[in-house]
């Protein structure tokens, strides 16, 4: 009986369903352009990488300890402009949104509105031109 109850408390702590978050950031600009990313979190930083036209930037995480809620921020560079934004919350009851997509074009960065995620893509962040 022993082994019974340890058996189910071994294979309860083991998800049935991952909770992994991932987050796509598209480079819809056109034009062979090179758009650099580079994102991070408090405990993880994803490096800069350079994402050709057409291309996405993925990463796959999940959420945080009890300790510090999640919180990613990316920013992005081309060559004559700036922007940086705030990719990913972890809610409140340590749940966040399973995938957040983003897409980057000539004007800025589109994406969902975070505090109303039902309406379509929205302008977040236009360029910063330097």
């Known amino acids: 009986m022993i082994i019974i109850i340890i058996t189910v408390v071994v294979m309860a702590r083991r998800p049935l369903i991952s909770d992994a978050k991932i ?6 600009m056109g034009s062979k352009k090179t758009l ?6 408090v405990d ?9 036209s057409g291309e996405v ?18 920013r992005l560079a081309l060559e004559d ?3 940086s934004f705030v990719a ?19 004007t800025g960065l589109y994406g ?10 929205d302008l977040l962040h236009p360029w910063k031109r330097i």
Not at 36 to 41: A, F, G, L
Not at 88 to 106: I, P, W
Request: include cysteine.
């Open 23 to 28: 987050i796509n950031i598209t480079n819809k």
């Open 36 to 41: 650099i990313v580079h994102c991070e979190s």
């Open 44 to 52: 993880d930083d994803l490096g800069a990488l350079a994402v050709n």
């Open 57 to 74: 930037y993925h990463w796959e995480f999940e959420d945080s300890t009890l300790f510090r809620p999640a919180v990613f921020w990316c």
């Open 81 to 83: 402009g700036r922007l």
């Open 88 to 106: 990913y919350v972890e809610r409140e009851g340590g749940r966040g949104y399973a995938v957040m997509g983003y897409d980057v074009n000539e």
């Open 112 to 121: 969902p509105d975070m505090q109303d995620m039902s309406r379509t893509y």
